[in-house]
């Protein structure tokens, strides 16, 4: 099974300003996923990266997928209140057909 | 398109009662449904994976005998906490998929789960 370990944690950062939230692992995906959770709600989809190295733009919200699969990124710009949330990763490991959630970053954007 | 619910939203029971939890594909059929648990400020956990007209398959160290799934339909899994206790309190989310691929799940809300 592999371990999905998301950096930071928590974070708090002023509207305006940018952020970088980071998902690792050591083992190779073969598609990984960004989800944003709200409180008492269930996750909703952000973007799906399946190629190596690709990266995914979603108005303010950029998304990479490393070169070797084994590591994502989130960047925010300009961030806004509304980005507030529990963010989480999901891969899919080659040959288990199950998403495996990273450990979360929760952000909370100050007005 | 693609709305999963569950029902209900949050349900207080007593310890050693049980507990059923629905989850339902509003507008499409779900061969596929998936059942995870999340504690306080953690991240989700896969419990098992049900495919409708079949038994559920149970993520190592989830006791099937204590958390009993049906997907009797295609629009329908129900997860039923058997004798529940206050370690159970938590909550439960599940998703469905029109087919086999993990990546295409709809989530559904979540029920909340408190056992006293």
């Known amino acids: 099974t592999q371990l999905l370990e998301q950096s930071p944690q928590f974070l708090s950062i002023q509207e305006g300003e940018n952020l970088t939230v980071y998902c690792n692992s050591s083992?190779?995906?073969?598609?990984l996923q960004w989800y944003r959770q709200e409180p008492g709600e269930g996750p909703v989809l952000l973007v799906t990266v399946v190629t190596g190295g690709e990266v995914k733009k979603l108005k303010r919200l950029t998304f990479q997928f490393g070169d070797a699969r084994k590591d994502s990124s989130l960047h925010i710009t300009a961030a806004q209140p509304g980005d507030t949330g529990l963010y989480l990763c999901a891969g899919v490991d080659f040959g288990n057909e199950k998403l495996t959630f990273g450990t979360g970053t929760r952000l909370t954007i100050i007005p | 398109g693609a709305v999963v619910s569950q029902h209900p939203s949050w349900v207080i029971c007593k310890s050693g009662t049980s507990v059923k939890i629905e989850c339902r594909s509003l507008d499409f059929q779900a061969t596929t449904m998936f059942w995870y648990r999340q504690f306080p400020k953690q991240s989700l956990m896969l419990m098992a994976t049900s495919n409708e007209g079949s038994k559920a398959t149970y993520e190592q160290g989830v006791e099937k005998d204590k958390f009993l799934i049906n997907h009797a339909s295609l629009t329908l899994s129900t997860l039923t906490v058997t004798s529940a206790h206050p370690e159970d309190s938590s909550f439960y989310i599940c998703?469905?998929?029109?087919?086999?691929?993990?990546?295409?799940?709809?989530f559904g809300p979540g029920t909340r789960l408190t056992v006293t």
């Open positions: 083992s190779v995906f073969s598609s």
């Open positions: 998703s469905a998929a029109r087919d086999w691929s993990p990546l295409e799940q709809y």
